[in-house]
């Protein structure tokens, strides 16, 4: 049973275009909503994140959206830049128990075209 | 600052073998921990290392898995038999606390054949 389910698996969008992927989770103990973005090669790298106290977090061109009623949250991606062409993975964790004992989703993999 | 460095980065075994990953945190940091990503799945967790003690295996599917982590420094996680299923990418990351942002390294992509 996958705790947290993600969508869409793949993402093509133009340059100077909007990405967004979502999340779904379902236990409700989950209290640390991370993203991260993993190139070619590479491990994952934390992007951003958010806590359910907060409807929303901005980092430059990034930002998550959570709903914690609907037990949903998303990542949008502005403007985005060839550079932005990577896999990304939205987890969750019980912070006060095991903050990196993270539950990943399946992963989306962003494709931004010049 | 070095980061995680995982060794090898790639791994071909036969069904089977023994294979042994190793990881080295990044120096000072006392968690480590253990995902891995079958193929088509997502990355899930393995184990949790605080210092030399494991504080969290549940994630470790059977007995043929070991992981061990020396005087607190680097870990290594043998396969022994290594079975088809056992193919995938797997990834260390380290914390400096338990609740402080992981590092991930780069992975060990194990196929067996």
């Known amino acids: 049973q996958q705790q947290v389910k993600q969508s869409p698996q793949s993402l093509i969008v133009q340059k100077g275009g909007i990405s967004i992927i979502n999340c779904a989770y379902e236990?409700?103990?989950?209290?640390?909503f991370p993203w991260y973005q993993q190139f070619p090669g590479k491990g994952p790298a934390l992007l951003i994140a958010i806590r359910p106290d907060v409807s929303e977090k901005k980092e430059g061109r990034f930002t998550i959206s959570f709903n914690k009623s609907a037990k949903q949250f998303s990542l949008h991606i502005m403007d985005s830049q060839p550079g932005d062409s990577a896999t990304y993975f939205c987890?969750?964790?019980?912070?006060?128990?095991?903050?990196?004992?993270?539950?990943f989703g399946g992963g989306t993999r962003v494709l931004v075209k010049p | 600052e070095a980061g995680v460095t995982q060794f090898p980065s790639h791994s071909v075994i036969e069904k089977g073998q023994t294979v042994t990953l190793r990881c080295d945190p990044i120096?000072?940091?006392?968690?480590l921990y253990w995902y891995r990503r079958v193929m088509g799945k997502e990355i899930k967790f393995l184990l949790h290392f605080v210092k030399e003690s494991k504080q969290d295996e549940s994630g470790m599917p059977n007995n043929r898995f070991l992981a061990e982590r020396t005087g607190g420094t680097y870990s290594t996680l043998k396969v022994q038999p290594a079975e088809l299923e056992d193919s995938g990418v797997y990834f260390c990351?380290?914390?400096?606390?338990?609740?402080?942002?992981?590092?991930f390294g780069q992975g060990t992509r194990l196929t067996v054949v």
């Open positions: 236990n409700t103990a989950f209290d640390y």
């Open positions: 120096s000072g940091h006392d968690n």
């Open positions: 987890a969750a964790s019980i912070s006060r128990a095991a903050g990196n004992k993270l539950t």
């Open positions: 990351a380290s914390s400096q606390d338990w609740d402080s942002a992981a590092f």
